[in-house]
């Protein structure tokens, strides 16, 4: 051996840990004795040595181990060298020291064959250093099948010249030109470099490798290599030291991948190799007015023909994108010719550019992707046009159905389409049936079935009328039912002619809708101002200019909504009237079986304990009120922090004062979780100091009434707390203050 060939061959061994060839040193997990880039190594390291064995019919079950009593290994050395180690040897070392022994006779005869051992020795073989025992393979590897045989078309002084790395790639990169092989690697992990350097030690044997494309299925590179492997293995004698799934795995090592490639210099091609001709998909042409540059129009149907008798064989496949970017599969049928021809068809159902890629064993043929502009049809949709209120952005609800009309008289001949999208964008999702109406008309009914955005899409002769797609909000369903309208300004009584009356309309959990409120008194309508704030709540107002009665409506969705509930009220005999506890809830009650107090500036006390009895429903809308005419009873007033709230146990004080010489009667009544206790000082200069003891926390309505009516402002909601324990209601005192009039 030359001295090049033994400076080769003294190469310490490589594994992916260590830096080689400019690569950067592998990390802590890669150094990892559990590394998966390991265990490749260590199987394909166990069938190299395998398939050297068979000649003596030993074998390698575990390299770790197996080598250690040196008999297997003295085996393989006499196969790979072709001679005899010279030396005696222990048939059975039964002992550790035969085993060395053994082992010794390995590495000596190693020695005379000029081939260097780094940090080998018999103690690291007998004792199973897998590290050290698969350097111990690979530099036989490098020695006996990359560095010592001379390959064809190589040139010998250029690969004394070399790495064995450099001179089994630079090999491989003249065998395959076509294809960018840089490295022992990644460029394999695809199957693609494996079947084409199997057809290239054997033309026919592999053809279609070019076609094998990886990025369509996961699976593929593992069934590239599996192929191109099986072939070298069946008709070049080339066995599979690595699998398929190892030699596409992203932690393989590059001595693996060079172990088995090593093998192909020496390949053979046996007799009676299946060789089939190179497919040449840029052979195969299309031709037919279906991928023509113009002519073809929306919603007719476009032809053509493909040939493949000097491609070779393989499947035709067609894709057809229309300008928005969609792509579908044409319809291709083989029509068993001489020529080997396929008839395409596809239906355009847009205008514009459409790209027509024709594939042939899964690539472009020539020309492919063809371009083909779609024109319209006979028809005009721009004439066409459409409206109702199913087309409406508002106003359709979930599971009722709607419709609207489409007109195309004048449009000229074509064909209408209807489609529907649902909030998830799926089309055609809603069935849109189409009725002929007469003179070009036609009336398109759906019932949308989910809460959202849809889209209604129209088209005419495959094109898009004005305004199509029409967006469509479809709402919940209204239900006015689920309204309630509370406030002063609906109560039967106590309204007075110029005086604001106020109320608050909710309307949530009520569906879609549009509220329209309305006042008509005796004079006809009086103006109402709305506003909204928000969370489904609306404030009303409106000032009457007339005494008499008026009659309020509240619509949803032009339905009328029903009034709040009832509360009986007993004070000598029992009469209806509608209360509202709070401002957000109007709830069903009534005071019989409980304690309701009425008291009278002449502390007169009348308590009623009636039985439960039924209570009828409330009117619905439209309320009726009754406004007195402007200077009738005196006017009341009413300020203090009662009024607005308290604490349980504590009294709460507010001070009432009427203004005029004929005072009414007065009265007072205080509404809550549990009855309050209520007490009165009369001042005697019109006015009165009332207190009320609230006994639980919550919310209380107090009423100051003025001859049995409310007056103005009146019911006050007073938030009740729950007692403090550093509260001193004896401490508590009502703190004067006379309002500006």
Request: neutral net charge; charged residues 25%; proline residues 9%.
């Amino acid at each position: 051996m030359s001295a090049a060939g033994r400076a080769r061959a003294q190469e310490p061994p490589l594994s992916r840990g260590e830096a080689a060839d400019g690569e950067m040193p592998a990390t802590e997990k890669e150094l990892a004795e559990d590394a998966p880039w390991k265990r490749i190594q260590q199987n394909t390291f166990t069938r190299w040595c395998n398939e050297h064995l068979k000649a003596v019919q030993k074998r390698v079950g575990n390299l770790q181990t197996d080598l250690g009593d040196g008999l297997r290994l003295i085996a393989l050395l006499e196969v790979l060298s072709q001679k005899k180690l010279g030396r005696r040897y222990n048939a059975r070392p039964t002992f550790r020291q035969m085993q060395l022994e053994n082992v010794s006779v390995a590495l000596d005869f190693l020695e005379r064959e000029n081939i260097k051992l780094v940090s080998i020795d018999s103690k690291a073989i007998v004792d199973g250093n897998l590290k050290l025992i698969l350097g111990l393979v690979w530099t036989l590897i490098l020695h006996y099948s990359i560095s010592m045989p001379v390959w064809d078309e190589e040139d010998e002084e250029e690969a004394k010249r070399q790495t064995p790395k450099q001179r089994l790639l630079g090999w491989i990169q003249n065998r395959l030109p076509q294809l960018p092989i840089t490295n022992f690697s990644r460029d394999w992990q695809s199957g693609r470099a494996l079947g084409a350097l199997v057809d290239s030690c054997a033309p026919g044997l592999c053809p279609d490798w070019d076609s094998w494309d990886p990025s369509k299925d996961p699976s593929k590179p593992v069934e590239n290599a599996r192929e191109a492997m099986q072939q070298a293995d069946e008709w070049l004698g080339i066995p599979q030291v690595i699998t398929p799934e190892e030699i596409v795995d992203p932690n393989v090592d590059e001595h693996s991948v060079m172990t088995y490639l090593s093998q192909f210099p020496k390949a053979k091609l046996k007799p009676g190799a299946p060789l089939r001709p190179k497919l040449n998909p840029k052979k195969a042409r299309a031709y037919g007015p279906g991928i023509e540059p113009t002519g073809n129009v929306v919603k007719q149907r476009a032809e053509f023909t493909v040939e493949t008798i000097s491609a070779g064989q393989g499947e035709v496949l067609v894709y057809v994108e229309d300008p928005a970017g969609h792509r579908e599969e044409a319809k291709v049928v083989a029509n068993n010719d001489k020529n080997r021809t396929f008839s395409v068809s596809y239906v355009p159902k847009v205008t514009g550019i459409h790209k027509v890629s024709v594939l042939f064993a899964g690539q472009n043929i020539a020309k492919s992707p063809f371009e083909v502009q779609v024109g319209r049809a006979a028809g005009d949709a721009s004439r066409v046009t459409a409206q109702g209120p199913g087309l409406e952005p508002t106003g359709n609800v979930v599971n009722r159905g709607t419709h609207f009309d489409i007109f195309t008289a004048g449009a000229g001949p074509g064909e209408l389409e209807v489609s529907i999208a649902d909030p998830s964008g799926r089309r055609g999702a809603l069935e849109a049936p189409l009725e002929p109406r007469g003179d070009g008309a036609f009336r398109c009914s759906y019932r949308p079935a989910a809460e959202g955005a849809h889209s209604v899409h129209v088209t005419y002769g495959g094109v898009p009328i004005p305004r199509s797609p029409f967006s469509v909000h479809v709402g919940q369903a209204c239900t006015p039912s689920l309204v309630r309208a509370v406030g002063r300004g609906l109560q039967p009584k106590g309204l007075r002619v110029k005086e604001p009356a106020e109320f608050k309309v909710y309307t949530k959990g009520a569906g879609n809708g549009e509220l329209k409120v309305t006042v008509k008194g005796p004079k006809g309508p009086e103006p109402v101002r709305q506003r909204e704030l928000g969370d489904g709540v609306f404030a009303c107002d409106y000032v009457p200019t007339v005494p008499g009665p008026h009659t309020v409506s509240v619509l949803w969705g032009g339905s009328p909504c029903p009034a709040g509930m009832c509360v009986r009220v007993c004070a000598h005999m029992c009469r209806c009237m509608c209360v509202h506890v709070c401002t957000h809830v109007c709830v069903c009650m009534y005071t019989c079986g409980h304690m309701y107090v009425h008291i009278y500036t002449r502390m007169y006390v009348h308590v009623c304990s009636c039985p439960p009895v039924s209570v009828p429903p409330c009117p619905r809308s439209p309320f009726e009120v009754q406004v007195s005419p402007e200077g009738g009873p005196p006017r009341v007033r009413a300020w203090g922090p009662g009024l607005e709230g308290g604490a349980v146990g504590s009294a709460a004080e507010f001070v009432v004062e009427a203004i005029g010489d004929d005072v009414g009667t007065l009265g007072f009544s205080v509404e809550g979780p549990s009855q309050a206790k209520i007490e009165c000082d009369d001042r005697g200069d019109g006015s009165c100091d009332v207190r009320y003891w609230p006994q639980e926390p919550g919310a209380y309505a107090v009423h100051v009434l003025c001859d049995g009516d409310d007056i103005a402002g009146s019911p006050f909601m007073a938030d009740i707390r729950p007692a403090s324990r550093d509260c001193c209601p004896e401490k508590v005192r009502l703190r004067r203050h006379h309002p500006d009039p």
